[in-house]
């Protein structure tokens, strides 16, 4: 917004809007939710948030959600052969997720990967889960970590991007 002084000098106003969500949702629901959400822009969960800051962390610049719909793995689902090394990352990540709602006391929620709450630093293009997250954060942390610096090993192939998984992914 913008007004003008008395002495005739424009000042911009910045307006802030702060939103809390809070989600208790099952998981496919949830995945749909959080691409909606990361399409029309709205507020995600931390975890969500967290991945993509670790992710941004070890390839500054990156907009995380590059990954998202890309392959067989990466986004909602995932089967048949991973694409490439990006694929497997996502593979990888979804295997270590479901690891960690084996956990006991962690898989309490389907959804508890996409929105459990951990601490991490990131420190010239590495990341760092705290040693103060408790198990099931720090199970979680440990997933999206990987995940983030596997990313930052392969490379992406823009025709990976949207793939028809009826098509590339049936096997």
Known sequence: METQSD????????IEVHVTATMNLITPPLLLLLTACA??????????????????????????????????YCGFGG??????????????????YANSRKIPGCGDAEDL????????????????????????????????RAAAHCFAQNTYNPENKNLDHSVYCAN
């Open 39 to 72: 399409v029309s822009g709205a507020v995600l969960p931390k975890a969500m948030w967290h991945f993509g800051s670790m992710i941004q962390c070890a390839q500054p610049g990156v907009n995380p959600l590059r990954y998202n719909n890309y392959g067989c």
């Open 113 to 144: 990967p996409y929105i459990i709450d951990f601490d991490f630093t990131c420190n010239n293009q590495r990341v760092t889960c705290s040693a103060a997250n408790d198990t099931c954060q720090a199970a979680v942390c440990e997933c999206d």
């Open 7 to 14: 002495q005739g000098e424009k000042t911009n106003h910045i």
């Open 79 to 96: 089967k048949g052969t991973p694409r490439d090394g990006v694929d497997a990352c996502c593979q990888i990540h979804d295997k270590c």
